[in-house]
């Protein structure tokens, strides 16, 4: 398996909200999450919220000792 959370923005930047949207269904051990009001970088633009999202999906991907 192999761990993906695709995090899109909302209003998009490269990448279409309805293109993203479209991908996670195809794929159902994806994680998504998309951010309002946030564009192509969330790293960049909010990246305290991006970690929070990392990391409440983490646990779900990665096993606990």
């Known amino acids: ?4 959370v695709m ?12 293109a993203a949207r479209d991908a996670p269904p ?5 994680g998504y999450v ?3 009001g ?4 969330p790293q960049l633009q909010c990246p305290g919220l991006l970690a929070e999202h990392v990391l409440a ?3 779900s991907v990665v096993p606990t000792p």
Do not use: N
């Open 34 to 36: 998309e951010l309002s």
């Open 1 to 4: 398996m192999v761990a993906v």
């Open 26 to 30: 195809r794929h159902p051990d994806w």
């Open 38 to 41: 946030v564009g192509h970088v």
């Open 57 to 59: 999906w983490l646990p």
């Open 7 to 18: 995090v899109h923005g909302d209003p998009p930047g490269l990448v279409r909200v309805a």
